[in-house]
């Protein structure tokens, strides 16, 4: 077994896996931070994710609010595109969504 998050302590949920191109592997999940706010974490692993050389953070920086039920796509040129629920831009819940280039 290899620890997906190494770096955050605390409870981790949701866990969601991607396959992308060039042999990479992006894992995503959601954390809930000291504030009590769920938000979306996510690393890059190379083809072999037992490589501890082979890891590459991704910080995903959303914004205020809890983030849940999010789901990732890698666009043409190599980006993901990540979608979540979030009630960040007011305080109703909708969808957003973000180009994350890495």
């Known amino acids: 077994?290899?620890?997906?998050?190494?770096?955050i302590a605390g409870n981790q949920s949701s866990p969601r896996i991607k396959l992308l191109s060039n042999?990479?592997?992006f894992v995503t999940w959601?954390?809930?931070?000291?504030?009590g706010i769920h938000k979306v974490y996510g690393?890059?692993?190379y083809s072999d994710?037992?490589?501890t050389s082979s890891v590459a953070e991704m910080p995903l920086t959303l914004g205020a609010g809890n983030?849940?039920?999010?789901d990732v796509a890698e666009l043409e040129d190599g980006s993901?595109?990540?979608a979540y629920e979030s009630n960040r831009l007011d305080t109703s819940w909708g969808i957003s969504g973000r180009v994350i280039d890495f």
Not at 1 to 7: A, F, K, M, T
């Open 43 to 45: 690393k890059i692993f």
């Open 1 to 7: 077994d290899r620890r997906i998050n190494d770096s």
């Open 80 to 82: 993901l595109f990540l």
């Open 23 to 25: 042999d990479r592997i």
């Open 49 to 51: 994710i037992f490589s």
């Open 67 to 70: 983030q849940y039920f999010h």
């Open 30 to 35: 959601i954390h809930k931070d000291t504030n």
